[in-house]
């Protein structure tokens, strides 16, 4: 039977630069907004997002999010509170009255309106520069949150909480390389600018060859996939 989940949890971006800054400084957690369906509902978090998808179904994931991206293994990425997102529909009355509240506890800023993720909605197809209608419920997507309890909320176009102030630039995911199953490059030509770098960050307990192991290109997973 085949898997439709992995053990492994992979985080992509779209250039060699931006894999490399979190190869060398840890994972940059993003201050995203997240649209819901309920009207303009909307929240904003700083967060580090993940896909639990087998390399053999993730080609189609390459168009959206970038063709280089780092694998943790979902153990070490549990270990650091990475949890799975929670996807809800329009027909959902207890998310919609959560999100219309103009208080929030801090166990529902904390692990719930950060992990809220609309089934299906637009997002922009980086391919054609447009908005395009996908199914967010097939990514089956995992969150680090890097400052929990953190996150504005947004009714309308109004506020009713905002905490931006107390989010910190630069947000980080502690990278550890031991965890790492897979570094994903766009094309081999990608191997020349990369290996300095794994020479650089090796350490005694994970080797320049070790790290060197770990490369995949994304044509080869489109290729042998």
Same mark, same amino acid.
């Given at each position: 039977?085949?898997?439709?989940? %992995?053990? =492994?949890?992979?985080?992509?971006?779209?250039? &060699?630069? /931006? !894999?490399?800054?979190?190869?060398?400084?840890?994972? *940059?957690?993003?201050?995203?907004?997240?649209?819901?369906?309920?009207?303009?509902?909307?929240?904003?978090?700083?967060?580090?997002?993940?896909?639990?998808?087998?390399?053999?179904?993730?080609?189609?994931?390459?168009?959206?999010?970038?063709?280089?991206?780092?694998?943790?293994?979902?153990?070490?990425?549990?270990?650091?509170?990475?949890?799975?997102?929670?996807?809800?529909?329009?027909?959902?009355?207890?998310?919609?009255?959560?999100?219309?509240?103009? %208080?929030? =506890?801090?166990?529902?800023?904390?692990?719930? &309106?950060? /992990? !809220?993720?609309?089934?299906?909605?637009?997002?922009? *197809?980086?391919?054609?520069?447009?908005?395009?209608?996908?199914?967010?419920?097939?990514?089956?997507?995992?969150?680090?949150?890097?400052?929990?309890?953190?996150?504005?909320?947004?009714?309308?176009?109004?506020?009713?909480?905002?905490?931006?102030?107390?989010?910190?630039?630069?947000?980080?995911?502690?990278?550890?390389?031991?965890?790492?199953?897979?570094?994903?490059?766009?094309?081999?030509?990608?191997?020349?600018?990369?290996?300095?770098?794994?020479?650089?960050?090796?350490?005694?307990?994970?080797?320049?060859?070790?790290?060197?192991?770990?490369?995949?290109?994304?044509?080869?997973?489109?290729?042998?996939?």
């Amino acid at each position: 039977m085949a898997r439709i989940s %992995s053990e =492994t949890l992979f985080n992509f971006t779209d250039s &060699i630069d /931006y !894999l490399i800054d979190n190869l060398t400084e840890g994972i *940059y957690c993003h201050n995203t907004e997240e649209k819901l369906p309920f009207g303009k509902n909307k929240y904003r978090a700083p967060m580090a997002c993940f896909c639990d998808i087998p390399l053999s179904l993730i080609k189609e994931h390459f168009d959206w999010y970038g063709r280089y991206g780092i694998g943790l293994k979902r153990s070490y990425a549990r270990e650091l509170g990475v949890k799975p997102v929670w996807y809800v529909t329009s027909e959902n009355p207890m998310v919609r009255n959560l999100v219309k509240q103009k %208080s929030h =506890t801090e166990n529902e800023l904390r692990n719930l &309106i950060p /992990y !809220l993720k609309q089934f299906i909605g637009y997002q922009r *197809y980086s391919l054609e520069g447009r908005d395009k209608r996908k199914k967010f419920y097939d990514e089956r997507e995992w969150r680090y949150i890097a400052a929990p309890g953190q996150v504005e909320i947004f009714f309308g176009q109004k506020a009713i909480r905002s905490m931006s102030q107390a989010i910190q630039k630069n947000e980080r995911m502690k990278l550890d390389l031991n965890a790492i199953e897979y570094i994903i490059i766009d094309k081999s030509a990608d191997v020349k600018t990369l290996l300095p770098v794994l020479k650089k960050i090796a350490t005694t307990t994970v080797s320049f060859e070790t790290l060197v192991s770990k490369i995949i290109t994304a044509t080869q997973i489109e290729r042998d996939f």
